[in-house]
């Protein structure tokens, strides 16, 4: 079990700035990737950015650029810097673990933390 804590959401301007943060309990040695997601409203959850246990990092395509991810080496803590924020960006951002014991995989979610970008 792996229990996921986001913060860090509010609003924020167009062509701001906030930093996502997500703290991770439970059996941590067994993640391996940690990333986020968001879901706007009527829209499907879509990849932000993720980063594996050896560092590299993948991010979709609306974020490029943008964002960027990061993770402390304990894995307890992982980050989204967000940089030249949009008005699309607003949705609700999770923190995501993928986590391997054996030969199951598990995705554990956090609770989620709203990001709105408005003037």
């Known amino acids: 079990q792996v229990h996921l804590a986001e913060s860090g959401g509010g609003l924020v301007q167009p062509g701001g700035s906030l930093r996502l943060s997500c703290v991770a309990s439970?059996?941590?040695?067994?993640?391996?990737?940690l990333g986020w997601y968001r879901q706007a409203p009527g829209k499907k959850r879509e990849l932000v950015a993720v980063?594996?246990?050896?560092?590299?990092?993948h991010y979709g395509t609306p974020v490029q650029g943008r964002f960027t991810v990061s993770r402390s080496n304990d894995k307890r803590m992982v980050y989204l810097q967000m940089n030249d924020l949009k008005p699309e960006d607003t949705a609700v951002y999770y923190c995501?673990?993928?986590?391997?014991?054996?030969?199951?995989?598990?995705?554990?979610w956090g609770q989620g933390t709203q990001v709105t970008v408005s003037s």
């Open positions: 439970g059996s941590i040695l067994n993640i391996n990737a």
């Open positions: 995501n673990a993928d986590v391997q014991v054996g030969s199951d995989l598990t995705d554990y």
């Open positions: 980063i594996t246990d050896f560092g590299s990092t």
